[in-house]
């Protein structure tokens, strides 16, 4: 491709509106460019890279066994209640009407549209295992789009769905496409570890995913340093959980009371006004405590409409997926002022376990561990001092519910674990029967008993790969893909296009190189050379191979690779197979 030619909209200025070095040099790059909140149009070099991820996923798929198809985008509401997620999904569901009104989504996921296709066409043990995949847009309606195309609303993603007769073929294909992911990622250059996630509203019984280390990513990450624990801040367990407290039942899902604690006898808990304290640390400096002193009671949402109540200690924050968990239901927002007004009868802010009616009470290990407490008076500008767990007021419920901290113990080692940030790539999940039960998506076994399929999905963003490539690739000057990303792999630039003989030395290499299957660009535009060796290293051409007059006149030109700066000379003869033997390297 010609420079002149290539639709490459370079920004000398940087962005001052985007949050990642992904996001900035994306555009600045000219590799996307935004058309609204959360959606973006790809242009040539950024198609190219996504191609390029898209193509070493494919080969790693293929190589696995799984087929492709491809599955429609806008999926009827009908499969969605079928499987019961119409409603768990929660908001990021974009539902629409047609001119019918019948009700469609469009495809966040893919496990109903699947499922429906196989329960369809598979009938025997003999025709399982299966593992099909796509490479397909998905949209979800994000409350908050940002990092460019790393969280928005339209996303490119591949997702696979195995089909299997028993627990131990998912465990064969769930180790088959690990090792896949593992693959993909070291081939794209990427150190994506796999976390122990949650599954969230996919769900299932396991589940893991791909998270490449970055400040700007929305994972936060728990690890130790000693055994390799590593997992997902909403997976990670407690080690130290403390004791349940006196008589502190466990519950089963929402709305179904396993007893819990009743309280017993001793002087009741002492009302103290803390006008306009809505914190916890307005709350624990006015009173003097520390904030392990305190119990957080926060209210929360199921997708269903029902509410719960999660009592954490002060100085600890609720983990929404692991409350989601023990409350057995997909996913949990928090509570508005209005629902939280409701149940306790005060503003946000003033909520408390004592005297609180009509909603499941799940309180966490260490709650139930502690002594006297501060707590919410469920009136507002009032908090109560001298509260004690199981004498004050009950619980339905005890479990890990509160997020894991910096030096909090190992729960395989016992060493000290650390927090860090990272960008979910990839996710693989033990889906077991949830969908084929759901569904119907039954086989006949070899005794002749109809059994349902065992499922598994696996997917990765695509488009978010090509943000993460990019946070991980970069220096100051611009973008560094490696080769197997990289929207084209070589750049040739003359220094003086108005020099005949650097353009004629130029242009063969170009169309050498082109002619020998290299992804090559020729900077042949009119532009001064620092103009052209800054956009190179912005757009991140892997190999620079630059023609100037001095060079020229004793026979060589200039090889320079972008990752490492390294440059040498070589014959104008040798030019063409040594650059071509660079990308043979890849």
Known sequence: MRMSRLHAPTLRAAPTDAEAVSHRLMLQAGLIRQSASGTYTWLHLGLRAMHKVAAVVREEMDRAGAQEILMPIIQPAELWRESGRWLDYGAELFRLRDRHSREFALGPTHEEIITDLVRGEVRSYRQLPLCLYQINLKFRDEIRPRFGVMRSREFMMKDAYSFDCDEDGLTRSYERMYEAYGRIFARLGLDARPALADSGAIGGSGTHEFVVASDAGEVTTVSCGECGYFANLEQAEVSDRGH????????????????????????????????????????????????????????????????????????????????????????????????????TGAAVGFAGPVGLRDVIVVADHAVTAMGEAVTGANQDDAHLTGVRPGRDFSWDQVADIREVQAGDRCP???????????????????????????????????????????????????????????????????????????????????????????????????????????????????????????????????????????????????????????????????????????????
Not at 522 to 542: C, S, Y
């Open 412 to 586: 395989e080692c016992g060493r000290p674990l650390s927090i860090g940030r990272g960008i979910e790539v990839g996710q693989v999940f033990r889906l077991g029967t949830k969908y084929s039960a759901a569904f119907g998506a039954s086989f006949t076994d070899e005794t002749g008993a109809i059994r349902p399929m065992v499922m598994g999905c696996y997917g990765i963003g695509i488009s978010r790969t090509v943000a993460a490539i990019v946070e991980q690739y970069h220096d100051k000057d611009g973008i560094v893909w490696p080769l197997t990303a990289a929207p084209y792999e070589v750049g040739v630039v003359p220094v003086n296009d108005r020099d005949t003989e650097q353009e004629r030395v130029a242009t063969m290499i170009y169309e050498q190189l082109r002619d020998a299957g290299v992804e090559v660009v020729l900077d042949d535009r009119g532009e001064r050379a620092g103009v052209k060796f800054k956009d190179a290293d912005l757009l991140g051409w892997p190999l620079r191979v630059t023609v100037g007059a001095r060079t020229l006149a004793d026979g060589f030109v200039e090889l320079r690779e972008r990752a490492t700066g390294g440059k040498r000379l070589v014959s104008v003869e040798t030019a063409v197979a040594e650059a071509a033997a660079f990308v043979r390297r890849a």
């Open 244 to 343: 349940g407290g006196a008589g502190g039942g466990e519950g089963d899902a929402i709305g179904h009371s396993a007893g819990g604690n009743r309280p017993g006898g001793g002087t009741g808990p002492n009302l103290v006004s803390t006008p306009g304290m809505h914190t916890v640390r307005e709350v624990t400096d006015f009173l003097g405590v520390a904030p392990a002193a305190l119990i957080k009671t926060l209210l929360v949402t199921t997708p269903d409409g029902r509410h719960a109540a999660a009592l954490v200690r002060g100085d600890h924050g609720l983990a929404t997926a692991k409350l989601a968990r023990a409350l057995g239901v997909a996913g949990v927002e928090l509570a508005d002022a209005a629902a939280v007004e409701k149940i």
